[in-house]
């Protein structure tokens, strides 16, 4: 089954295919050739899974991209007090190749501009120039979870022409913030811009920072929490140099750009984004990149403002019918069916901030696991928040599984995913309770799976396992002591305060049992065909504390209370047979599951 989210990518992809603003960086001569109608755009989740939509795995060089994460190895390898009495961060207001410095404090705004870049690279641990890159390239890869190289045609055109960058590098050394070679601290700069990378890379890079500095599919920390929200805060800032406030307003997400053409975006605790596209703006900035990033943020409400907590798991637990059964009584034929075939409805119980990351997350399992399921029950009463994209995403899943054949049911008291449809046609199955939510996907199955003869009409009274097998003689008298006893859907066959009636033998129809208090109904368990209940109440003689109520056409055959007791006085090895049925039928219930449970 088609993934949504990657629906949405792909027509995202469309959509901006055709925008052939702005031009290629022509200053770096290696950069002047590149293709400027390449184009990708990748989100990965927290979980490491990535969309990925158009030229994905092609390789170009991660230029400033690599900024933020040559100032974390920095703030890792010299501490905090060292680097933020080398470098700023105040958003700069200037072009990121700007020859300045702070006129108060004689520093680099921020690391995000080409001189506090610089003035990282020059922080970088290491002897020479080789082994200091070494270790940007190993950190970088870390980031990506997989080694990444150098391109080397790159280098070498950035080398040629990197004249603007010498002068910040000499501006640098005369006040003191760069203390070694400027040639040195430029060679290791030079390579970290050349470092290749693809668009998946810079997404699960992304994504690293998104969950706290830990690779989302190699575990890998990287990087410590405090490290990694200093990165992210220095990103929301000045990562987009110039157009930084504006980003921040529109998008909302800490987010570096790069002149190749990458922008690398992420929103704490739920997912990373990278575009690739080279044509770029005024800025700096990739244009397809701004607006992929900007479509992104708006349809899937992502902006970082809205998050008030990490993601954790939307689906809380998962579990199917075989593994926890409802309360509903069912005879020996619907039991053992649904021990065959109850694997196929399954419930899923949600929690917490079902935003776009969650949303996702349970999107993507349900429709992985569609093939395997008949139905499928969402339990949202722990969800705490949702959103406009939630919504669209959960009725567009709900439209999918529907044409794949399969029932979604909702368990939605507050309708905080999905209102009633005013076509019923189109309407989920609502219900307020779990274990009716259950009950029902059973019902769903056995009317799917049931052979002709088990969907048959009512049982005979002979085949009702209370009375089954007995001796010719045993039955007669019983058989002429039963009444016969029809109730159409929504009457009553016992209510509360009514004396006992008997014995109810049901052999058509479900038969609800359920009691009130304090005026809330509580539902206890629905009796089918095959079963049994009032046998307390018989017994005891004692009145009904509960209420049974038809629930479709139902047929019971009734031993009256009177029968009863002039049975336990004229035949009482016959009634001590009935009871040890009626107990072993509840024990021989309970090992069904239990032999289930063992056996997978």
């Not at 990197?162 to 590098?169: L, P, Q, S, V, W």
């Not at 000045?238 to 930084?244: D, I, L, P, T």
């Not at 309407?427 to 199955?445: P, Q, S």
């Amino acid at each position: 089954m088609k993934s949504l989210v990657q629906d949405y990518v792909d027509g995202l992809y469309r959509d901006l295919t055709g925008e052939r603003s702005g031009s290629v960086a022509d200053y770096i001569p290696e950069l002047a050739v590149v293709d400027p109608d390449s184009f990708a755009i990748c989100v990965a989740t927290s979980d490491g899974y990535v969309y990925e939509a158009g030229d994905s795995r092609k390789r170009f060089a991660i230029q400033s991209v690599s900024k933020p994460f040559t100032y974390a190895l920095a703030l890792a390898d010299r501490g905090l007090d060292v680097v933020a009495g080398k470098v700023d961060v105040e958003p700069s207001g200037e072009p990121f190749n700007e020859i300045s410095l702070d006129p108060v404090t004689e520093r680099p705004r921020n690391p995000m501009i080409n001189a506090g870049a610089i003035t990282c690279a020059s922080l970088v641990q290491g002897g020479d120039v080789e082994e200091r890159f070494e270790r940007i390239r190993r950190f970088y890869s870390r980031f990506a979870g997989r080694e990444l190289g150098l391109d080397e045609a790159m280098y070498h055109s950035e080398d040629r022409t990197g004249n603007r960058n010498r002068a910040i590098g000499y501006l640098l050394r005369e006040y003191g913030i760069v203390e070694e070679d400027p040639t040195t601290t430029l060679g290791v700069y030079f390579r970290q811009c050349s470092i290749e990378v693809d668009c998946r890379d810079l997404s699960l890079m992304a994504a690293t920072l998104a969950d706290s500095g830990v690779h989302p599919l190699t575990g890998d920390r990287v990087l410590d929490a405090a490290t990694n929200q200093r990165v992210l805060s220095v990103m929301t800032t000045c990562g987009m140099y110039n157009a930084a406030g504006d980003w921040v307003t529109e998008v909302g997400l800490p987010a570096k750009s790069g002149v190749g053409g990458g922008i690398l975006a992420v929103l704490p605790g739920q997912l990373g984004l990278a575009v690739f596209s080279p044509r770029l703006d005024a800025h700096g900035n990739s244009v397809r990149g701004v607006a992929a990033c900007r479509r992104l943020s708006r349809d899937l409400e992502l902006h970082f403002l809205h998050v008030s907590r990490a993601a954790r798991s939307a689906v809380r637990a998962a579990y199917d019918v075989v593994d926890r059964p409802s309360r509903r009584r069912r005879s020996p034929a619907e039991h053992d069916l649904l021990l065959r075939v109850g694997r196929r409805a399954r419930v899923y119980e949600l929690h917490g901030d079902l935003l776009f990351a969650g949303a996702e997350s349970v999107i993507r399992r349900l429709t992985g696991e569609a093939d395997e399921l008949d139905v499928l029950v969402l339990d949202l009463r722990a969800v705490d928040e949702t959103a406009a994209v939630t919504r669209r995403l959960m009725i567009g899943v709900r439209e999918q599984l529907r044409a794949h054949g399969v029932q979604v049911v909702l368990i939605d008291p507050a309708g905080a995913v999905v209102q009633l449809d005013p076509d019923p046609a189109k309407r989920v199955r609502h219900f307020t309770d779990l274990n009716d939510a259950v009950a029902y996907a059973e019902d769903v199955l056995l009317a799917r799976h049931a052979s002709p003869d088990e969907a048959a009409g009512a049982l005979p009274i002979r085949e009702h396992p209370l009375v089954r097998g007995l001796p010719e003689e045993r039955l007669a008298l019983i058989l002429p002591r039963l009444e016969h006893r029809r109730y159409a859907p929504g009457d009553a066959v016992v209510r509360s305060g009514d004396p006992t009636q008997g014995l109810f033998l049901i052999v058509a129809g479900p038969v609800e049992v359920s009691v009130d208090q304090g005026g809330v109904r509580h539902h206890l368990s629905m009796f089918t065909a095959g079963t049994t209940f009032g046998v307390a109440y018989a017994v005891a003689g004692r009145e009904y504390d509960i209420d049974a109520t038809a629930r479709g056409e139902v047929e019971a055959m009734v031993l009256p209370a009177a029968a009863i007791a002039d049975l336990t006085a004229t035949a009482p090895d016959l009634m001590l047979t009935l009871m040890s049925r009626l107990v072993a039928g509840a024990f021989e219930q309970i090992d069904r599951v239990t032999r289930v449970l063992i056996s997978g």
